[in-house]
C-alpha cells in the first residue's frame, strides 16, 4: 500500500518570507499523481496544486511551487511572498492511476503552517 | 454550482444510536469517496465508489456501510454509534478518467462533524 509521510506537524512563518512544506511518499508505481491540498480553519478541502509524475516539469501556480524529485520519492511544497490567508492545514496526497478507474487518493498527517504578521 | 452537499453539517449521538451522512454532488461524476478526518491522522478513506451500484472498501471501512442510491448521491451510515466515531467526515467526488479533462482532482463537500457521547 502507498504511504504519505509528511515530518513536520507544525510550521510557522513570517508574512512576506518563504517557506518550504516536505512531502516523501513510498510507491513501486511508476503512475500516478501528487497533489497539495490546503485546509483552512474553515474545513474546506482546496487544491492548491498538483504534479502528474510522468512530467518532469515542477507544477507552479502563481506564489506556490513543487519541487518534485521521482527518484527520491520527494514532493515538497514551496509558499513564496506568505500571506496571512496562507494560514492553514496542508496536506500531501498519493493517487496511483489504475487501469479500472478506482483511483483513491492517499493523504499525509498534514502540517498545520502559521503566517505571522 | 453547489459542488458536493453534505448534511448535515453537525450532529451528536449517543452511543449505540444510528445515523446517515447524505452526500449529493451535481457535476455528473462517476466516483464518490468518503473520507474521515482526526487530529494528527489526516483524511483516511472509510468507502468509496467507483460508479451508480459498486462500493468498495477503503482503510477504515469497520462500523461503517454506504449505499450509491444514484450517480448523484452516496450515503454514510452508522448502524450503532461508538466513541471512536466522532470525527470530521468528508464526501468527495472525482472526474472519471474517459471523461477527457482527467485532472484527478478530488471536490470535496463542506464536512460534517460527528460526535457520539
Known sequence: AQTVTQSQPEMSVQEAETVTLSC??????????LFWYKQPPSRQ???????????????TENRFSVNFQKAAKSFSLKISDSQLGDTAMYFCAFMKLLLGGSEKLVFGKGTKLTVNP | ?????????FQ???????????????MNHNSMYWYRQDPG????LIYYSASEGTTDKGEVPNGYNVSRLNKREFSLRLESAAPSQTSVY???????RTAGLFTGELFFGE???????
Open chain 1, 24 to 33: 516523501t511518499y513510498d510507491t513501486s508505481e511508476n503512475n500516478y499523481y
Open chain 1, 45 to 59: 478541502m482546496i487544491l492548491v496544486i498538483r504534479q502528474e509524475a510522468y512530467k518532469q516539469q515542477n507544477a
Open chain 2, 1 to 9: 454550482n453547489a459542488g458536493v452537499t453534505q448534511t448535515p453539517k
Open chain 2, 12 to 26: 451528536v449521538l449517543k452511543t449505540g444510536q444510528s445515523m446517515t451522512l447524505q452526500c449529493a454532488q451535481d
Open chain 2, 41 to 44: 491522522m489526516g483524511l483516511r
Open chain 2, 90 to 96: 468528508f464526501c468527495a467526488s472525482r472526474l472519471d
Open chain 2, 111 to 117: 464536512g460534517s462533524r460527528l460526535t457520539v457521547l
